[in-house]
């Protein structure tokens, strides 16, 4: 399984933007997409999941502003964030879990949020 995650860019405080993640190879094994975020100097954190079948978990940070959501037919998970902050800088990954619980993760792409 591999992923290609794409997106990132830079955003004044309030912007948008749209994150997307392809995955290929395996892809029938897919379970679990989330997106996790590393800020430089923090441990990376979990941003937003969704399950196999639609179920959707964020961090308390960003609910009410970034939406997760995946297309099983192109294999593809997507993360809508909305109403920026400069707290929201940071380097994004694409991360999948399949149905035997492995991980694999995306290569990241950096969001920085002006102030």
């Known amino acids: 399984v591999q992923l290609q995650a794409s997106g990132g860019g830079l955003v004044q405080t309030g912007g948008s933007l749209t994150l997307s993640c392809v995955v290929s190879g395996n892809t029938f094994r897919i379970n679990v997409m989330d997106w996790y975020r590393q800020a430089p100097g923090k441990q990376r954190e979990l941003v937003a999941g969704?399950?196999?079948?639609?179920?959707?978990n964020y961090a308390d940070s960003v609910k009410g502003r970034f939406t997760i959501s995946r297309d099983n037919v192109k294999n593809t998970a997507y993360l809508q964030m909305s109403s920026l902050k400069p707290e929201d800088t940071a380097v994004y990954y694409c991360?999948?879990?399949?149905?035997?619980?492995?991980?694999?993760w995306g290569q990241g792409t950096l969001v920085t949020v002006s102030s």
């Open positions: 991360h999948v879990k399949d149905l035997a619980s492995w991980d694999y």
């Open positions: 969704i399950s196999r079948g639609g179920s959707t």
